[in-house]
């Protein structure tokens, strides 16, 4: 790391120099760190650096009155090093990712308020955009990883501390067969899906869900499609038949399916002639195949998907800031409340002020 750390700050010079750098240097100097970085490993920008900590969370002991301090800083600044930060956020999410496929739990670090979640905040609201355009699949990459924290296929959501034992084994009951649906999918068995899907129609008869686990199955079978393009770089459509479709024999069909999702730019690959049958050939890069995009409009997509991500993160805090303001929040703090002053003994019933829990009283009593 010791070696990498003067690359990465190399670009943008800080501070600024006094004669601007021209179109061209520009250009060059940040074409030359994007090719650094794409080839530097992820585990090597995860390593620590001198001291302790890594480049989004440094640890440094410093000493004031004879005393020595631990602070916590970060070398790389979103809005000036856009392009390490980016890659070192998605060399952090990418390890919890593999964690999590080998049973560990630390995908809970990049969830609503864990470490790198709030790295993740701070980098979309600060980043540089003009070098941002220099790295458009890593800045898709990163709102694919935030878009999975919230998908189906993923843990349920948690439900707020406040909800009732009865209630919580009420959610549960109504959930589980949804639940088993998404976990069926998740893992990939198509066995378990389908026989899911028979067992519970009913229920979702009952909820007016038919349409939406109808869905579900055909999202299915384009999911096991893509999950191909992780092991292959191409495979014959009869392959592809006996590992996705319904009708594993059917190779006509499958070879229809597949070319209605290239032309509707669900998937990335083309259909490549051949003696005895097509052959499907995923292409290696988003800046190859059907789906390449030309640097401007990569750049709109971003600032499109920017706005969007922008609007989220307003939407999230305004429903905590709301669900705080809630009946039922006010209740549970004004229960929690009255314990500790109980317990405390000390509290003045002339006082007024706020709560503990950043409630004003005279809302609390207002309930």
């Not at 971003?302 to 039922?328: A, G, V």
């Amino acid at each position: 790391m010791d070696d990498l750390l003067p690359q990465l700050l190399s670009f943008p010079p800080h501070p600024p120099p006094l004669q601007k750098l021209s179109d061209y240097e520009y250009h060059r100097q940040i074409k030359a760190l994007a090719h650094l970085l794409h080839d530097t490993s992820a585990s090597k920008l995860v390593k620590g650096v001198a001291g302790g900590g890594d480049l989004l969370d440094v640890r440094a002991s410093i000493f004031i009155s004879m005393q020595s301090l631990l602070i916590r800083a970060q070398i790389l600044d979103p809005a000036i090093n856009t392009l390490p930060y980016l890659y070192t956020l998605l060399a952090h999410i990418g390890g919890t990712q593999e964690e999590k496929q080998s049973g560990n739990s630390l995908l809970k670090v990049f969830s609503p308020g864990g470490q790198l979640w709030q790295k993740m905040l701070d980098f979309v609201q600060r980043f540089d955009p003009v070098q941002v355009r220099y790295a458009g699949h890593e800045w898709r990459r990163l709102l694919e990883k935030v878009a999975r924290v919230g998908d189906l296929s993923n843990k349920p959501m948690a439900m707020p501390k406040t909800t009732s034992s009865h209630a919580a084994r009420t959610y549960r009951a109504i959930a589980k067969p949804y639940d088993t649906l998404a976990e069926a999918f998740k893992d990939g068995n198509g066995e378990k899906l389908y026989a899911e899907l028979q067992a519970a129609q009913q229920i979702w008869q009952k909820d007016c869900n038919m349409g939406l686990v109808l869905q579900v199955l055909n999202a299915f079978r384009r999911f096991l499609i893509l999950k191909l393009e992780k092991t292959y770089a191409a495979l014959p459509i009869s392959l592809v038949a006996q590992q996705t479709s319904p009708q594993p024999s059917n190779i006509a069909e499958t070879e229809s399916y597949l070319t209605s999702l290239i032309a509707s730019g669900q998937l990335n690959a083309t259909l490549v002639p051949s003696a005895e049958t097509s052959v499907l050939r995923f292409a290696s890069t988003s800046h190859d195949g059907p789906l390449a995009r030309s640097e401007m409009q990569n750049f709109q997509d971003l600032q499109m998907q920017t706005e969007k991500f922008s609007y989220l993160t307003r939407h999230i805090k305004d429903t905590e800031r709301r669900l705080e303001l809630s009946k039922e929040y006010l209740e549970w703090a004004r229960k929690n409340q009255k314990s500790k002053d109980a317990g405390a003994g000390t509290a003045n019933p002339g006082t007024t002020g706020n709560s503990g829990y950043g409630v004003d009283e005279d809302m609390l009593a207002d309930m």
